[in-house]
């Protein structure tokens, strides 16, 4: 298992960064390894992101030197996404199926989290988000079905989409983290615009369901002095609180956004009026 750790900065300093920092500092290029486990261990609110795809063997998550606990679920809860074939999730031994597109929220407590595939040639990619917990919530299987589904936006206006929002309280109960999969429509390519902030919670991307030629244009900074990292197929990316969230693509896309902080409503957001953003 392999944690690489980013440090937080202050956005006075990401106006000075070269767009080979911006992408050292934000950018997660590789999440799925055939059986291995990728973790990026981000000190903006202690959020972990990572991929795990298991193909010939079973994947376990551990504790390392960096959590300081004896196991990786002691004090934390972590959402998890699979896009890939269809998984096998192992929770304390008991075993639970997860196909593409489906999810869980796993609760603080559980000692061992494993990952399985159930055709090594068409492997599960599990996608995590984990936080630290301070109560511990009953383990929930999560399908788009049971998903709570928001539409928004337009053909007009290239921003068609649906948020199904898996880690969420109208779906189960979470201490800090909210997790979901938004599903652009064909022809629409902005995930949101006008553009929000929110102060009080930060947020990482997952952008998949993208062609090899197809970019997303991922657009961050503060609304005075924005920024952008263009980003391949299944990579990941870090936004903090104070940077603006939104971003577009050459084409339409799938993405999986979680966030952790202050609080779990989902539409705390400080819309950016257009005037402002430069």
């Excluded at 080979?20 to 997660?28: A, D, N, P, Q």
């Excluded at 201490?175 to 629409?188: A, D, K, N, R, Y």
């Excluded at 919670?201 to 924005?226: C, I, N, W």
């Amino acid at each position: 298992m392999e944690m690489d750790i980013r440090y937080a900065n202050h956005p006075e300093d990401a106006k000075k960064y070269t767009t080979e920092e911006l992408r050292k500092h934000y950018l997660i290029e590789s999440l799925f390894v055939a059986d291995e486990v990728q973790l990026t261990y981000s000190h903006v609110d202690r959020i972990i992101v990572g991929g795990i795809m298991p193909a010939k063997k079973k994947l376990t998550l551990e504790a390392g030197k960096e959590m300081g606990v004896d196991f990786f679920l002691e004090r934390r809860e972590m959402g998890v996404i699979n896009i890939g074939g269809e998984g096998i999730l192992i929770l304390d031994g008991t075993e639970h199926s997860v196909g593409s597109r489906e999810g869980a929220y796993v609760g603080m407590g559980i000692k061992e989290v494993s990952f399985k595939s159930s055709d090594k040639k068409n492997p599960a990619k599990f996608y995590i988000n984990s936080t630290p917990a301070h109560h511990s919530y009953p383990t929930v299987l999560i399908d788009l079905d049971k998903a709570n589904k928001v539409e928004l936006g337009d053909d007009a206006n290239l921003n068609k989409r649906t948020i199904n929002q898996f880690v969420h309280p109208a779906v189960c109960q979470s201490c800090q983290l909210v997790m979901g999969m938004t599903i652009l429509e064909p022809g629409s390519v902005w995930n949101t615009m006008p553009c929000h902030t929110h102060e009080r919670r930060m947020e990482a991307y997952m952008y998949f369901d993208m062609k090899e030629d197809t970019r997303v244009f991922h657009l961050m900074g503060q609304p005075s002095e924005t920024r952008h990292i263009v980003m391949a197929n299944e990579q990941a990316v870090i936004s903090p609180s104070w940077s603006i969230h939104s971003g577009v693509g050459t084409s339409n896309y799938t993405f999986i956004w979680g966030m952790c902080g202050e609080n779990i409503t989902f539409n705390d957001m400080d819309f950016v009026d257009m005037k402002d953003l430069k």
